[in-house]
């Protein structure tokens, strides 16, 4: 007869039980061993990982500065040029260059008019003038950036289209402008069906046509306007000419002031130093009258005496 302990059989439940020891040991929950009992295990199971960070959104891209509207091309920004005059800033180089790349990137507009506008201050007939000049002047820059001469127009129509009040300085500025206006562009018209069973659209017919708006000439110079823009300017050139007149006057003041002080600053000056020339004088005087009694004296004394 085999003997229990040292069989087969007292081998496993051995092992099982040293398993089970091991594994409570290391903590942990209810383990069950196929053919035994179960063990209890105890301990802190380990913390789940923290969940991921949040992925950060991205910013929404900004506006576009330059953009295509119906029949318009469309910018907030203006194009700034040299006072009075039609040569175009170069801080305005970027958002031309940027009007340029729209132009190019739009092949089915076919000819823009640019106009040049201007608020009711000043002449009239110079800011007509002047705001053809600042049309052309916009136009040539297109042309030498590699815009096609024959897709563009420029006209000025100096006072005659206001979009905003004249009577206020905002008003005025907002007057003062270039604008792009398209005035012969190809459309695309498509006739869509649904299909029944996919529910997918179907181009069944698709036309193209050009649309060409009528270029606005200038609008003869309104008398009224032209009298009331008058009365500004003189109303403007009296108050110009006030303010410089007590600039002038306020100038001559504060140079009289600035002489007196640096009269009475250079007197003190030159007292002062009369002052240290004569106390300079006096002490020089002195030493000079010690020193010629000292050598009288000496010259007085016996040769080879040692008496003082």
Do not use: W
């Amino acid at each position: 007869m085999q003997d229990f302990r040292t069989g087969p059989r007292f081998i496993t439940v051995t092992a099982l039980l040293m398993s089970a020891l091991t594994l409570s040991a290391c903590g942990g929950g209810t383990t069950v061993f196929q053919g035994a009992g179960a063990i209890s295990i105890t301990g802190t199971p380990p913390a789940p990982p923290p969940p991921p960070p949040p992925k950060a959104e991205e910013p929404p891209p900004p506006p576009p500065r330059v953009e295509v509207r119906d029949n318009k091309i469309e910018f907030k920004e203006k194009i700034q040029f040299e006072n009075n005059k039609s040569v175009i800033l170069p801080q305005s180089f970027s958002l031309l260059d940027d009007i340029v790349k729209v132009i190019k990137d739009n092949e089915h507009i076919k000819k823009i008019a640019i106009e040049g506008h201007a608020s009711a201050e000043g002449d009239a007939k110079r800011n007509l003038t002047l705001s053809d000049e600042r049309a052309k002047a916009v136009m040539k820059y297109c042309v030498d950036h590699g815009i096609d001469a024959k897709r563009l127009t420029a006209k000025g129509f100096g006072i005659t289209k206001p979009i905003a009040d004249n009577a206020t300085e905002e008003g005025r500025e907002k007057n003062r402008r270039v604008e792009f206006n398209i005035i012969e562009q190809d459309v695309t018209k498509k006739k869509v069906e649904i299909d029944v069973k996919t529910g997918k659209e179907k181009v069944v017919e698709e036309k193209k046509t050009t649309l060409v708006e009528k270029q606005p000439e200038p609008a003869p110079l309104d008398p009224a306007a032209a009298k009331k823009a008058e009365a500004e300017k003189k109303k403007a050139d009296a108050k110009a000419a006030a303010e410089k007149l007590l600039a002038d006057k306020k100038a001559e003041a504060e140079k009289k002031a600035a002489d007196k002080k640096a009269a009475e600053e250079k007197a003190a000056a030159d007292k002062k130093a009369a002052d240290e020339k004569k106390a300079a004088d006096k002490k020089a005087a002195e030493e000079k009258a010690a020193a010629d009694k000292k050598a009288a004296d000496d010259s007085k004394k016996p040769k080879g005496s040692t008496k003082p």
